[in-house]
C-alpha cells in the first residue's frame, strides 16, 4: 500500500472520533444549562408556597380565630349598681276579664308595694326600694299586655309650678330605672300631680317625708293599695 493511500485510511479512521469527541464535548454544556434551567424552576415554586403558608400562618397568629360568645358572655348585663332580676316569672293567678291578678294587692308580695319614697328636694331612686322597682319590672316583662301609671307626688313646700316639675322627675326616674330592665315604654306613662294628692296631712317632717313619692299603678287602679 502506497503512503498516500496509507495516509486516506489513517484520516479516514480518525475522522468520526473526533467528530465523536466534539459531540460528546459539547453534551455536557447543554445537559447542565437543561439541569440549571429545571433546578431554576423547581426552587421557585416551594419558595412561593411557601411565602403563601407563611402569611396566612402570620394571618392567624396576629388575629387569632374568632371564639364563639360563651353563655355566660351572652347573657345581658345588669345596670351599674343593680343587681340583675330575676329570669324566673312571677306566678299570676287567672284573673277574670278587666280585673287585675290578686297578686298586685296581695301583702306577702312585693308587687304589693307601690311607692317609691324620695329625699328631700330629689329625684333619685334610693337602693332600698330598687328591688321593689324590679319586681314591677319583672311582673311587666312576663305580662306585656299590662301598663302602668307611675304619679310622682311632692310635700307642699316650694311653688306650684316647681312642685309640678319635681314630680315629673320623679316619677320619670322610676320609668327610667324599669326602662333599663327592659320594659317598653307603651307600657309605662310618667305623670306628675305635684302637691295636688298628699296622703298624709300636715305640716311635720314625717308627713312632708310620706309625701314625697312615686306611686305605681295599674290600669283600672285610682290609688295604689292603701298604706302602699
Known amino acids: 500500500m502506497t503512503e498516500l493511500s496509507m495516509q486516506s485510511v489513517a484520516d479516514a479512521s480518525a475522522g ?12 455536557p454544556a447543554w445537559v447542565g444549562v437543561l439541569c440549571l434551567a429545571m433546578l431554576a424552576g423547581c426552587s421557585s415554586t416551594p ?15 396576629e388575629q387569632g380565630t374568632a371564639k364563639a360568645p360563651t353563655t355566660a358572655d351572652a347573657l345581658p348585663k345588669a345596670p351599674v349598681g343593680q343587681p340583675p332580676i330575676s329570669g324566673a316569672p312571677i306566678a299570676t293567678d287567672q284573673a277574670r276579664s278587666g280585673q287585675l291578678p290578686a297578686v298586685l294587692s296581695d301583702p306577702k308580695s312585693l308587687l304589693s308595694r307601690r311607692s317609691v319614697y324620695f329625699e328631700y328636694d330629689s329625684n333619685v331612686v334610693r337602693d332600698e326600694f330598687r328591688p321593689m322597682v324590679q319586681a314591677h319590672a319583672r ?14 307626688n311632692t310635700d307642699e313646700r316650694g311653688s306650684r309650678e316647681y312642685n309640678l316639675a319635681l314630680g315629673q322627675r320623679r316619677a320619670d326616674a ?24 298628699p296622703r298624709a296631712s300636715g305640716s311635720t317632717e314625717a308627713a312632708f317625708a310620706e309625701n314625697r313619692r312615686a306611686d305605681i299603678l295599674y290600669d283600672g287602679e285610682d290609688k295604689p293599695p292603701v298604706g302602699k
Open 174 to 197: 322610676v320609668r327610667q330605672a324599669m326602662s333599663v330592665l327592659g320594659v317598653t315604654e307603651r307600657q309605662m306613662e310618667p305623670v306628675s300631680l305635684g302637691e295636688e294628692r
Open 16 to 27: 468520526p472520533r473526533r467528530t465523536d469527541l466534539a459531540h460528546t464535548a459539547r453534551r
Open 139 to 152: 311582673f311587666l316583662l312576663d305580662n306585656p299586655k299590662l301598663r302602668i301609671t307611675i304619679q310622682g
Open 47 to 61: 419558595d412561593s408556597e411557601q411565602s403563601g403558608a407563611q402569611v396566612e400562618s402570620r394571618s392567624v397568629g
